[in-house]
T-cell receptor, first 114, second 115 residues
């Protein structure tokens, strides 16, 4: 089946640890995105990538890093510099990065700091 | 002013009624508008997209766009309990010369359909 797969679904992080969230898509989409969702705040864009080997900061990139070495993969690392990482993380993709392309979401990953 | 504003609700309607969800946006240059449905604990799923002024219908759903008033709405006819969810309005933001597809989301409206 075509789609966007995120793993793990649930992740617990200790203070000071870096963690990496995986995102893989088999839709042959060029553009990929990471959003964060907190209660009552909607979705906020962390990073996006229009094409392989290129990515841009979104609105809340501080404390996060990404890579885009393959078209189908866009992992997100939550570093220890992110002071409030507990949230629902959503990976998404679209055919292209042009305006109007529909963005589709993976099932999400819940990250909790313990 | 938030870029995309929605009433957080909850909006409560009886089964079979029409649910009307509203959204306003601040960027007059926005060209693409989307409605997503999100069940509790799940990821958003696309309901409708609309790009031109007027109405767009898809089954029980109708999206309405008025660019002059910077207003987009979603009507759900014959509401069912299974429609109970949070509905997110998303609007594209023009960045980097208008070439990049960055969606800005509202905080969502919680819809509760009462059986």
């Amino acid at each position: 089946d075509g789609g966007i797969t995120q793993s793990p679904k649930y992740l617990f992080r200790k203070e000071g640890q870096n963690v990496t969230l995986s995102c893989e898509q088999n839709l042959n989409h060029d553009a990929m995105y990471w959003y964060r969702q907190d209660p009552g705040q909607g979705l906020r864009l962390i990073y996006y990538s229009q094409i392989v080997n290129d990515f841009q900061k979104g609105d809340i990139a501080e404390g996060y890093s990404v890579s885009r070495e393959k078209k189908e993969s866009f992992p997100l690392t939550v570093t220890s510099a992110q002071k409030n990482p507990t949230a629902f993380y959503l990976c998404a993709s679209s055919i292209g990065a042009g305006i109007g392309n529909t963005i589709y979401f993976g099932e999400g990953s819940w990250l909790t700091v313990v | 002013q938030k870029e995309v504003e929605q009433n957080s609700g909850p909006l409560s309607v009886p089964e079979g009624a029409i649910a009307s969800l509203n959204c306003t946006y601040s960027d007059r240059g926005s060209q693409s508008f989307f409605w997503y449905r999100q069940y509790s604990g799940k990821s958003p799923e696309l309901i409708m997209s609309i790009y031109s002024n007027g109405d767009k219908e898809d089954g029980r759903f109708t999206a309405q766009l008025n660019k002059a008033s910077q207003y987009v709405s979603l009507l759900i006819r014959d509401s069912q309990p299974s429609d109970s969810a949070t509905y997110l309005c998303a609007v594209n933001r023009r960045d980097y010369g208008g070439a990049t597809n960055k969606l800005i989301f509202g905080t969502g409206t919680l819809l509760a359909v009462q059986p």
